[in-house]
């Protein structure tokens, strides 16, 4: 299944049957992209047009050192087949690598130095985790080439499960009812700040898929959209708490998040408002901290794992299990906490063979 166009950008076909592409918001004016649609230089010019920024162009690498190995891997179809969204993290990863590193031999980028890489950003473990699986896609995929470009992978046996336990917190911080209540209170139906919330609180959606989300996903009352990150289809029914937030807008035209001009947010411009509404709302937390609030309501409610998975766009059943198997040890716990009592009066639970004469007697 092909992935979805990037947002806000539209093609057209000239009179002499030759198709361009161009970004624009709204009705505003239309920049031109350049190159053949999914390279590297055609989502360069997008991203910079889309930023209001012009592209770098690109340079002449020397053959065998890592910036040539990494102009090489982006202009695969490995590479064309990732999510913009990947494509975009690894380049942001890889733009102060290449800069300080990009003329180095290939032979020198070896296991010691992709471990003192990791290292050097312990500090905030995503970061480092991405800097390894970055590397470890360029160098899988130089591996798999007819002409071997690399003799081995030098992230092969690195994980990050010390960096894990060094993270304190658990990652973004759940809203509690209290956050959300606040939030309510603050921000009435009607406001933008409003809708902001409820889209993120009644569909799960990541920042990035809820600043695209609009009309056009919509049928018969279910959002179907595939994920930025993934590329996966979700599908979530609209909830009459969310449908009356949607009536009572401000909607866009294109997307139900729009500026006061009515044109989309950006992922980032739309992380930014939200973070100002929260703070005016005395709530410290994130939208992903309310993603992650709406997991944990629904792992609650009692969805199994394949409709976490629907719902949030997960794959396999890792992220799902963390949440239905944390629902479960609450509700074992709550049925269980009578057999710590010291309380002597405690009716006593029947063994298994006075529960069957009990049934017995029943019938």
């Not at 009179?15 to 920049?31: A, E, N």
């Not at 649609?37 to 890592?66: C, H, I, M, N, W």
């Not at 003192?116 to 970061?127: D, K, L, N, V, Y």
């Not at 956050?179 to 409820?198: C, H, N, P, S, V």
């Amino acid at each position: 299944m092909p992935r979805p166009r990037p947002p806000h950008l539209q093609k057209a076909i000239t009179r002499h049957g030759k198709v361009t592409w161009y970004v624009r918001f709204g009705r505003g004016p239309k920049i031109r992209i350049r190159g053949e649609y999914g390279s590297p230089e055609f989502d360069a010019a997008y991203q910079a047009a889309v930023r209001g920024e012009r592209p770098t162009p690109a340079g002449k690498a020397a053959k065998g050192t890592l910036e040539w190995l990494w102009m090489l891997y982006r202009q695969s179809s490995t590479w064309r087949d990732l999510s913009m969204a990947t494509r975009k993290q690894r380049e942001n990863i890889m733009r102060p690598v290449i800069k300080t590193a990009g003329r180095e031999p290939l032979s020198r980028i070896d296991k010691k130095a992709i471990m003192a890489g990791r290292e050097r950003r312990a500090a905030t473990p995503t970061q480092a985790k991405h800097f390894v699986t970055t590397m470890r896609g360029m160098f899988l995929w130089a591996l798999d080439q007819p002409d071997r470009l690399v003799l081995s992978d030098p992230t092969q046996g690195i994980s990050f499960k010390r960096l894990r336990k060094e993270k304190t917190g658990g990652g973004f911080p759940v809203w509690t009812d209290d956050d959300i209540a606040a939030f309510e209170k603050r921000w009435r139906r009607g406001t933008r700040e409003r809708l902001m919330f409820d889209i993120f609180c009644y569909t799960g959606l990541r920042r990035g898929d809820a600043a695209v989300v609009g009309r056009q996903h919509v049928r018969d009352g279910v959002i179907s959209i595939h994920t930025e990150k993934t590329g996966m289809l979700v599908t979530i029914p609209i909830l009459d708490d969310l449908q009356k937030t949607l009536d009572a807008g401000p909607t866009g035209d294109l997307t139900f998040i729009a500026t006061k001009s009515g044109r989309p947010m950006t992922k980032v411009g739309l992380g930014n408002r939200f973070r100002e509404a929260c703070d005016l709302a005395g709530v410290k937390k994130s939208a992903h901290g309310l993603r992650k609030a709406a997991a944990t309501r629904a792992a609650n409610n009692g969805a199994t794992t394949a409709q976490m998975n629907a719902i949030f766009g997960w794959e396999g059943d890792a992220m799902a299990s963390l949440y239905t198997k944390s629902a479960n040890r609450t509700q074992l716990a709550a049925g269980a906490i009578d057999k710590l009592s010291r309380n002597e009066n405690r009716k006593p639970i029947p063994s298994p063979d006075e529960k069957v004469g009990v049934l017995e007697r029943k019938a």
